[in-house]
């Protein structure tokens, strides 16, 4: 996780953007919190990683030091505040298989899903 706190603030100085500009795009009130943030004193949820990206313009992945996402994440265009979360073609099999592994009903419609969009 170190590596997404790193990134965040190198992405940050890139677009020479201050703490305090960061802190308005993702909706903190003071630049103290991406200080905190920055130096890895706050875990992020998946929902504020994503701020994070539209922020600086990037995707989740690259902040999380990922070479190849394992999936795309897209905003709905009908309801801005919800997303889509896509498996990339490389790794829908992982996840079918994964999925296979679980029990609940959920992880069985997304595995049905996925099985539709691989073809299988």
Known sequence: MIK??????SRRI????T???LAAKV???DKGMISRVENGKINLSQSLLIKFAEALETTPG???GWTESP???ERNAIAPNQYYIIPNDNNIKELIEVAKRSKT???KMATEFLKRLNGD
Do not use: H, P, R, T
């Not at 997404?4 to 603030?9: D, P, R, T």
């Open 27 to 29: 909706g903190y009130a």
């Open 71 to 73: 999936v795309s994440i």
């Open 105 to 107: 009903e959920d992880v």
């Open 14 to 17: 890139d677009l020479k953007m």
């Open 19 to 21: 703490q305090s500009e």
């Open 62 to 64: 690259e902040l999380l």
């Open 4 to 9: 997404l706190y790193e990134n965040i603030k």
